[in-house]
Nanobody, 119 residues
Framework: QVQLVESGGGLVQAGDSLRLSCAASGRTISDYDMGWFRQAPGKGRENVAS????????YYPNSVKGRFTISRNNGKNTVDLQMSNLKPEDTAVYFCVARSVGSTKFNIWGRGTQVTVSE
């Protein structure tokens, strides 16, 4: 199955932008729906973006809609998350995830990258 490695996290100020990248190996991501989850301290995991393999349709929850953009490059086997106008409440560990086409859950996870947004 595919393996995922995130990069691009860091410490930024409120209002800044940050781009996370996910490098996949082992299999082509064209076989998978891809996404990003996050987990803040003391909170559950939240799906902040996903993109289908079939038609590139995207999903965002209201908490990030208009600020986050997910994109995929099947040729490079990468998935990016462009985040803008970051807020302190965006502070979390961000995980790249994959889901086999037809599956109901994202069951392949990277190790995560920390994003910290200061006031």
């Amino acid at each position: 199955q595919v393996q995922l490695v995130e990069s691009g996290g860091g410490l930024v100020q409120a209002g800044d932008s940050l781009r996370l990248s996910c490098a996949a190996s082992g299999r082509t991501i064209s076989d998978y729906d891809m996404g990003w989850f996050r987990q803040a301290p003391g909170k559950g995991r939240e799906n902040v973006a996903s993109i289908l393999s079939t038609d590139g349709s995207t999903y965002y929850p209201n908490s990030v809609k208009g600020r986050f953009t997910i994109s995929r490059n099947n040729g490079k086997n990468t998935v990016d998350l462009q985040m803008s106008n970051l807020k302190p409440e965006d502070t979390a560990v961000y995980f790249c995830v994959a889901r086999s086409v037809g599956s109901t859950k994202f069951n392949i996870w990277g190790r995560g990258t920390q994003v910290t947004v200061s006031e």
